[in-house]
């Protein structure tokens, strides 16, 4: 009985997340939430070789991280062993399920995993560096007292292996979570000599968003 239900969450959720154009995701969120099997078949489609039903399985798990992290937080390791995968659109989302389910990590296991979640920092592909910073903001609000950490990896973002033009991205994805935590760090000269030096990269997006954060802290003074 319990596979048949298992495989009777999982024909739903393929019929309303199969759909690339019209998926039914907020049909689908609420079918996970009341059968943990239909949880678990979303889980399962992470790694699903169909694009659409993977991504939009990644999206109503995105949802559910950041609406109700500790129905998910059982699956933790799951999403640890695909931040641990070979594949990059794998590494990349359980970064952001793993940074939302922080807020119902009473058991302290990202302090474990800090080190070798910010070392996907220096991650071959951009978009996962990208995907981590983007991040950081998120695992920062929910354990305060990581935020001074989070903070020195960013800065040394210039020692990861990205050319500089990937790294001018990155480094603009780092700007919102200084601008966010200005006030309650301490290492204020530095934030603001790294976004300073941001002004003459090639980036334009990365000039703009360091003219912005130094107009808003200027005007707070």
């Known amino acids: 009985m ?9 024909a739903e959720l393929r019929r309303w997340l199969g759909d690339k154009e019209h998926p039914k995701l907020n049909e689908a969120m609420q079918l996970a939430l009341a059968e943990g099997e239909a949880l678990k078949a979303l889980v399962d489609g992470l790694v699903s070789k169909e694009d659409a039903y993977r991504y939009n399985c990644f999206e109503v798990l995105l949802q559910i991280s950041e609406d109700r992290p500790r129905v998910l937080y059982p699956e933790w390791d799951r999403f640890i062993g695909l931040m641990r995968s070979d594949n990059a659109f794998h590494r990349s989302i359980a970064l952001r399920l793993v940074a939302n389910l922080t807020g119902a990590d009473e058991e302290g296991r990202f302090e474990d995993l800090f080190d070798e979640y910010f070392g996907l920092l220096d991650d071959e592909k951009v978009m996962v560096a990208r995907y981590l910073v983007q991040s950081a903001s998120q695992i920062a609000r929910r354990k305060p007292h990581l ?5 020195e990896k960013l800065l040394d973002i210039d020692r990861t292996r990205h050319v500089e033009g990937r790294k001018a991205l990155i ?16 290492d204020k000269e530095r934030m603001l000599a790294f976004v300073e030096d941001m002004l003459t990269c090639s980036s334009p997006k990365a000039r703009q968003a360091a003219k912005t954060f130094l107009n808003h802290v200027l005007s707070q003074e």
Do not use: Q
């Not at 480094?171 to 301490?186: Q, R």
């Open 147 to 151: 935020r001074e950490k989070i903070a």
């Open 2 to 10: 319990e596979e048949r239900n298992k495989e009777g969450s999982e």
């Open 171 to 186: 480094k603009a994805d780092a700007v919102e979570f200084f601008e966010t935590f200005f006030e309650e760090l301490p």
